[in-house]
């Protein structure tokens, strides 16, 4: 037999004795779920023995009666993950039961659902593996047919789960399962042996730690307050209409010991009013609560109580209040409902949520119900916080940590623009923003590494990627180019962080088909020009028709960066061919976009004609890439941030990390430090923000250049761009050699005092400045450049 060898340096996947499964039909009804077990024997005591599972679209497990875990990470079916899970210390000798439960969302217009499930012992030999023997039912404790939010691609359904219809005791051995479905096995055209079954033809093996489970407490009682109990006849599948209804001071029903919640172990008792039996109240109240937790987290709300057959307790998240009250039926509409079983009981829902408000409606409790506990169960990327900023300045201190908690917050199984609204993968948000802040607030390589492998396996015939690579979702007519752009530094960038020769090793040949498919359209002077595909930039009004300023500074970023991998790769025609675009867009862009009536860069020249606008976005992006002389750059800080005589569009927290970072490489560090204080200080958290805000108003968007009052995300990570600037660009520190073996380190001279730790493959850079004396401690391993500090 001839050994599989992979020279990249990733997980080798396994070979599988198991097959996918499913209950009968084709697998495509959406938010369906479905219970699976199987009991087997073990002769005795195994070394080692994994679970390895992969599902469409996730899984809860169960061993002998008792919660084992959960995945997996979000993907695309071609590009399927799947869990390894040790369950030595959870077998026994003798008899066993796995359990899982699995819901599929069946948004998706290419995906099935399924489950795949294989046990092994230290041997390496299959114990146990999904087939036909396995047992399966529709598990209908849920309901399918809820809202969906649209938006949301991850978690869009409210979940409505019914205790009562649940099966007693099915995790356990010695379950009937004799009125269960033998399971349907999902079969392939060649075998039905694993990856060989559609649509799952790449089998992926979990590249990253599973996440954090840390219970945490709400810090304070919002509101507490009865609302009438009136049945939504037409949306009855949307809980958040009743949810959002505003509420009166409790006079008719029950809630005592409500600011037990905010403590551990206390009781709250809940009930609903009775005065509607005797005709002293007209109708039935049922008692509220809106709980705030301080700030936006990502977590399970768990609930245990001592409930009364057929009680419901509602659950509606929101990140913010709107008018000062609970209303997430306008947009988000984020929502729960467990409906009791009599007596002591535990729940949380299937997935997490995001939310700084929960609010809990009691309804058809016509005895007390008791909430003995409360806690949410925080579900995020285990990061190790190795990055670290800390000054004399407090305003700065709360800028950072805003900053850092939304990167943490959009990191989970997969990094996301919010965890609030769609939970996406957005490609150019994370490569420009949520990538840097990662290296320089945890120095963790693993899940930025997962993002560039997952979105490479997302390439569509144009070259571009998609635009979302965390689910099947998106037409490929919309993607954005840009975005693709953004990825090819992002690849790079990785490669000078880790030092890692074998993320340029695999995914080059990506990059070099994006640049082919912008090389495309491409003119006699070397620039974009007509982009058929809907460039993005920003959420600002940018011209970006004809050819493109913004558009056009990108690209050359991105040539840039895959010249230096051609270089490395060996590749010289790619070499000579980047080095002529590059020399024919250096030649080029002042004098196509300057206006010296104006004195600066317009922000695009169609057919000739220069765009009236002018932005932010178009001139310091040519500023950041060299594309305009140093006289002509400073000219251009002078007019727009100093003279401010013309109207210039304002870069929106996105692009604004393209503004820091031009600024700091023009020497105007100051005028950086300005704005962050100006925007993310004054406009953020002066406003009380705890994380960054999506654009500069949370209420609504200038983004087509007349005011449009639409929702914006109070938790977006492409806002936390000050979470890398105030460590890395603080410190001036420049990678020289990949793996950051040589770096230079030029720090700044500030008003204030500050500690900066950088956090290095080989160890942590640390830069101290006390009373204008600056001290910089590099680890082992890791060569000052020359001119550095120390020299």
Known sequence: MIERVYDDGFATPRRWNARWIWGQGDGRDRNAYRYFRTEFDLAGAAPRLHLYVSADTRYQLFVNGEFAGRGVPPCRPYFQYYDQHDLTDRLRAGANCIGLVVNHVGDSPHARAGLLAELTGGDGRTLAA?????????????????????MNVISPYQEFYDARRAPEG????????????????????????????????????????????????????????????????????????????TGRPVEHSRLEGAENLLNDGAPTVFQCST????????????????????????????????????????LGYAERLIDGHFNNAVEGQFADRYTMVEGPQTWQPFTWRAFRYLKLRLRRCGRPVTLRGLKAVVSTYPFEERGRFESSDDELNGIFGICRH???????????????????????????????????????????????????????????????????????????????????MALWNHYLYSGEKRWIREYYPTALRILRAHLRHTNERGLIEDMPFNVFIDWADVDTGGEGAALNAVFYGALEALGRMAELSG??????????????????????????????????????????????????????????????????????????????????????????????????????????????????????????????????????????????????????????????????????????????????????????????????????RREGTTDVTLPQGVEPAPGSLPS
């Open 406 to 488: 939304t990167i943490r917050l959009c990191c989970n199984e997969s990094i996301v623009d919010t965890p609030w609204r769609e939970r996406a993968q957005w490609l150019g948000d994370v490569s420009a923003v949520t990538l840097p802040g990662i290296y320089a607030c945890f120095g963790d390589t693993a899940l930025p590494g997962k993002f560039l492998r997952q979105t490479a396996a997302c390439q569509y015939p144009t070259g571009l990627l998609a635009n979302i690579s965390n689910v099947d979702k998106g037409d490929w007519k919309w993607n954005l180019p840009d975005y693709s752009l953004w990825w090819v």
């Open 571 to 768: 590749d010289q025609h790619t070499r000579a061919t980047v080095r002529t675009m590059m020399r024919a867009i250096e030649q080029n862009f002042e004098a196509r976009f300057f206006d010296p009536a104006r004195g600066c860069l317009a922000d695009a020249c169609v057919a000739g004609r220069l765009s009236p606008k002018t932005s932010e976005q178009a001139n310091m992006a040519a500023i950041l890439w060299g594309l305009c002389t140093d006289e002509t750059a400073r000219a251009i800080v002078d007019r727009l941030y100093e003279k401010r005589d013309i109207e210039v569009t304002e870069a929106q927290p996105f692009f604004t990390a393209v503004v820091l970072r031009a600024l700091d490489r023009l020497g105007r560090f100051d005028l950086a430090l300005r704005i962050i204080r100006d925007r993310w200080g004054r406009r953020m958290l002066d406003r009380g923000a705890t994380s960054t805000f999506e654009e500069w108003q949370t209420n609504g968007t200038w983004r087509s250049g007349e005011f449009s009052g639409i929702m914006r995300t109070h938790s977006h990570a492409w806002s936390a761009a000050p979470a890398e600037f105030l460590i890395r660009h603080l410190a001036g520190i420049r990678i020289e050699e990949p793996g950051c073996r040589r770096l230079r380190v030029l720090p700044r001279e500030t008003g204030f005092d500050y500690e900066v730790t950088f956090p290095t493959p080989p160890g942590p850079v640390r830069v101290v």
């Open 275 to 314: 005065g509607h039996l005797d005709g002293s109240v007209d109708g039935v109240y049922d008692p509220c609560v809106v709980l705030d937790f301080g700030r936006v987290i990502t977590a399970y709300p768990r609930l245990e109580l001592d409930g009364i057959e057929g009680a419901i307790v509602e």
């Open 170 to 245: 099915w995790t356990a051995v010695g379950f009937d399962d004799s009125d269960w479905d033998a399971a349907t096995v999902v079969g392939g055209k060649a075998s039905g042996r694993p990856p060989a079954v559609l649509p799952w033809v790449r089998l992926v093996p979990r590249d990253i730690p599973h996440m954090t489970a840390d219970a945490v407490l709400p810090e304070r009682i919002q509101t507490t307050e009865e609302s009438l109990d009136i049945h939504n006849r037409v949306r009855w599948n949307d809980l958040s209409i009743g949810l959002s209804a």
């Open 130 to 150: 999904t087939g036909p023997e396995w047992r399966t039912r529709h598990a209908d404790a849920w309901v399918s047919d809820t809202f969906r939010f649209r």
